[in-house]
């Protein structure tokens, strides 16, 4: 069945209405087309992917744990494993090598994230902590707790003087890394969080629920900006594109959603041709123009979200693909499983290609999503039969 991977597993003391949302079979989405987008200045522009020579996967490394989530550092050189064994691997992925095994939570481990330049790893966990690593060393430079629940998701500020978590308590929080505290919590989400991103040189975080929602947060002031609704099952992911403007969403309903966060519209929705099979992580390629997504039918699938074409699907795992990331050379994409394997997938360049304009394909769902006439930074994404959750954001002294 089509159920949330074993990786987040509830905690002893979970309701059932919380099990419940892990385990309902997906339900196929309905509704009308939507647009496909376009880039201002760019009317039409489309991207030729040419056939690759060669099989797709490039390398499969038996790991000999299950993992639940994965980062590549910033040089493409390693890559961070989060295992349900406690700790976090770091790999030399080309050399196919072991270099250390960070060691100190308590449970599994949800997330991890590189900083942007490469010298701090940040680690979420079931044990209710986040820590923060020197990448060079392996030491752990600081423990940030406060949490209620399983920690499920983890990411860097831009500068790395701040970290996002989500919680299965339901909160999102902003942390100081260097005095360890809890600057900002974020609450308006009804059910657990599952993934939060943090915004390429900004100030906007966002952050996918069981509640079937995404919400884009303000930093500074603590603010939702938006709330993202549409999918019909829980959100198991978000990606932000490099340039801010684009969200991505990956849903248990089977589901990625690409939100235009600019226009506050919603840009794609991609169906998979199993509908049957769920959505669990999704990232952006550097590019832009692609999202990559693990599936609960074992495969990696790459889209052009602006076509709304399936470019690649490559099968392997054998069982969830619980995480993808790709290199920020957007040329290989490495995923992983409760199959105690990292595979090494190649991408497909992007090669841009102008073409004559053309009419936009499909039909916005302007009765299910409309445009809020809320102004400024309070803007939501609201069926008009549902009435807004409650939002707020708290400063901690």
Known sequence: GAGYPPAVNAPAGATAK????????????????????????????VGVLPAMEGPAELACIDIGREANSLAISPDNRRVALGLQDHTIQIWDFEARLLIYVLRGHKYWVNGVTYSSDGSLIASASADKSIKVWRAAEGRCQVTLQGHLLSVSSVAFSSDARRVVSGSWDKTVCIWDVETARCVMTLTGHTDWVHCVAWVQGGHQVASASSDHSVRVWNTISGVIEQVLVGHLQTVSSVSFSRSGVFLASGSLDGTVRVWNLREGALAARLQQENDESSVHTVTFSPDGEHVVVGCGDRCVKVWSFRTGEQVMNCPGHEDFVQCVSVASDGLRALSCSHDKTLRVWRLPRYRPQAVKAAPMIGTAPMATMPRSPMPGPMRQLLPSAVQALPINGTMQD
């Open 18 to 45: 919380q099990l419940g949302a892990f385990s309902r079979p997906c339900v196929p989405p309905t509704g009308p087309a939507v647009p496909l987008y376009r880039a201002p200045g760019a009317p039409g522009a």
